[in-house]
């Protein structure tokens, strides 16, 4: 066959491209560096909120009023410090739709139990029930931290993170050691690891008072009085979530990667609200949707099964002067929505768990995956083939660098996200986000370019005509 018709027939194929081929690499680099710092910090889902609120308000954002409702107007809606929508009025009117990325914040954890403290054989544990998919040996022998909240009696809110600082010790799940683990070693990997074994190590020196009972305990408490204020019960009502310790990191000898923990799917997070306070010209309303509880089915009120998307769009609504079951439908019926989460990028390693003509690769851009779910599209969103082509529509003339994906083998497993509860109000919506590796592990790997490109691709979805 000769060249030409050979360069002729290469012209109908599909082919990916390579993100570090396509993009301005000092600025995927640069774009990068201000992901990774906050990646290191917000390792909650309060966290991530108070960041973004932060960011947003610097950016001329408020707290959403009725009567500031106008073209141009940035505001912002609280979800019980869990869950936030940010959005930009555009020039329509909402009976003509709105653009929305929804993405969510919480991620694979350990909570403390509500009474966690104990003292066992001359230590101080806490006891845990691990919150997500998890792989429960991964969280074994690693450097953990504590984030989270203690609500006192009062209401009072104490705000704890212990465990990051450099000058300050941090915890860990102690490993059964190989000489005794002849028969921990045969059982599943699922089943070597007991959920009731995930005991957090506090601390091992008594108080001074050879008559208390619980020495250990009692110090430890005293340690935290001190420090917090609190006392056990106050233990009670507090949202504590252990988390791996220390900073996001780059990874490999070029640096292309990011490493760190939470990328599911504060990736999307970031990526969603640094493409609105971006935005220019917006012809449509563009949200931005940051949810709670995704990783154990988007339940409770902080979850994308609850009802914090709708009356926002209501509010909205009541404030351009829409009201009615009627209009709400024909609002959520104009509306397009990207899903924004992560998906499972090939892992050289285990390749024969992925079908390769249509899993994602790293570098390869932003994915576009058309349904998730598992054993036959079960829980599946499956977006319409005419909004697939709307979005590689948007993608193409913005210059995204995109790929097709899904999630591994057919019966080989399967996940989902919030995009079925996002199409169940009548939104347009299609998943789109980047690939991972070692997803929901304690350390996440993300390629920079498919970073950049993930913001970009959202972008252009948010600005679309």
């Not at 350990?110 to 029930?129: C, F, I, N, S």
């Not at 310790?245 to 640096?255: E, Q």
């Not at 090939?346 to 570098?363: M, S």
Request: charged share 25%.
């Amino acid at each position: 066959m000769s060249k030409n018709k050979e360069d002729k027939q290469n012209q109908y194929y599909y082919d990916k491209k390579n993100g570090w081929d396509e993009m301005d690499r000092e600025k995927v680099m640069a774009h990068a560096t201000s992901y990774k710092e906050f990646l290191g910090t917000c390792k909650t889902e309060r966290e991530s909120v108070d960041h973004f609120i932060k960011k947003a308000e610097d950016a001329g954002f408020t707290a959403f009023k009725a009567e500031d409702y106008q073209k141009g107007y940035k505001f912002y809606f609280n979800n019980r410090g869990k869950g936030l929508i940010l959005g930009i009025v555009g020039t329509e009117s909402l009976l003509n739709g709105f653009s929305l990325v929804g993405a969510h914040v919480d991620a694979p954890r350990l909570d403390l139990k509500g009474q966690p403290l104990y003292e066992d054989d001359g230590l101080a544990l806490l006891k845990t029930h691990y919150y997500g998919g998890i792989k429960k040996y991964q969280w074994l022998s690693i450097p953990l931290a504590i984030h989270g909240v203690i609500v006192l009696e009062s209401g009072e809110v104490r705000k704890i993170v212990l465990g990051e600082k450099d000058d300050e010790p941090v915890f860990t799940i102690a490993d059964l050691l190989p000489h005794l683990a002849k028969d921990q070693m045969t059982k599943p990997m699922s089943k070597a690891i007991e959920g009731e074994g995930l005991n957090v190590l506090l601390g091992a020196i008594p108080c001074k008072d050879k008559e208390e009972k619980s020495r250990i305990k009692s110090n430890v408490m005293t340690l935290l009085n001190e420090r917090f204020g609190i006392k056990e019960e106050d233990l009670i009502s507090a949202e504590l979530e252990v988390v791996p310790s220390g900073k996001a990191r780059d990874v490999g000898l070029d640096s292309a990667f990011i490493g760190g923990y939470g990328q599911d799917d504060r990736i999307c997070a970031y990526a969603g609200v640094e493409a609105l306070l971006s935005a220019e010209q917006l012809q449509y309303s563009a949200l931005v949707l940051l949810s709670d509880k995704e990783e154990i089915g988007s339940s409770g009120n902080t979850g994308a099964q609850g009802r914090f998307l709708e009356y926002s769009i209501a509010k909205m609504a009541q404030a351009e002067g829409l009201q009615g079951l009627s209009v709400m439908g024909s609002i959520m019926d104009k509306a397009k929505a990207l899903s924004a989460d992560v998906s499972a990028a090939i892992d050289p390693n285990y390749k024969n768990l992925f079908d390769t003509n249509n899993a994602p690769e790293l570098g390869k851009g932003l994915i576009l995956t058309k349904y998730t779910g598992s054993g036959g599209k079960y829980e599946a969103n499956d977006a319409s083939a005419e909004y697939m082509s709307e979005i590689r529509r948007i993608f193409n003339k913005g210059g995204v660098i995109w790929q097709a994906g899904e999630l591994g083998k057919v019966d080989q497993g399967g996940g989902g996200t919030i995009a079925m509860y996002l199409s169940q109000l009548g939104i347009e919506t299609v998943d789109s986000g980047p690939a991972l590796l070692g997803m929901h592990s304690p350390f996440e790997i993300a390629d920079k370019a498919d970073i950049y490109n993930t913001y970009l691709g959202y972008k252009v979805f948010l600005e679309r005509k």
